[in-house]
Nanobody, 119 residues
């Protein structure tokens, strides 16, 4: 089992910045992908950004150029630096970890952290 704990959410004005963290613990394999997803009220959960063990990244079009995903493999921790925040970035942000062993896929979610962008 894997546990994911997010932190760093809060209230910020438009144009401001926040940094989210996700600490993973438990039965973590050597190769795994981590990602940030978000869900706004009344909307489906959507991908924000993902990062592989090797450091390859992928971003949603809506956040590209404003958000930066990174990870510290030694600490099993992932980060999301969010700059130039907009009201439409308001959502609950979830951490995700995806790993595979002997053909079995294991997927885990954190509890989520609220990000509110408002003046």
């Amino acid at each position: 089992q894997v546990q994911l704990v997010e932190s760093g959410g809060g209230l910020v004005q438009p144009g401001g910045s926040l940094r989210l963290s996700c600490a993973a613990s438990g039965n973590i394999f050597s190769i795994y992908t981590m990602g940030w997803y978000r869900q706004a009220p009344g909307k489906q959960r959507e991908l924000v950004a993902v990062i592989t063990s090797g450091g390859s990244t992928n971003y949603a079009v809506a956040v590209k150029g404003r958000f930066t995903i990174s990870r510290d493999n030694a600490k099993n921790t992932m980060y999301l630096q969010m700059n130039s925040l907009k009201p439409e970035d308001t959502a609950v942000y979830y951490c995700n970890l995806d790993q595979t062993s002997w053909g079995t896929r294991y997927n885990y979610w954190g509890q989520g952290t609220q990000v509110t962008v408002s003046s």
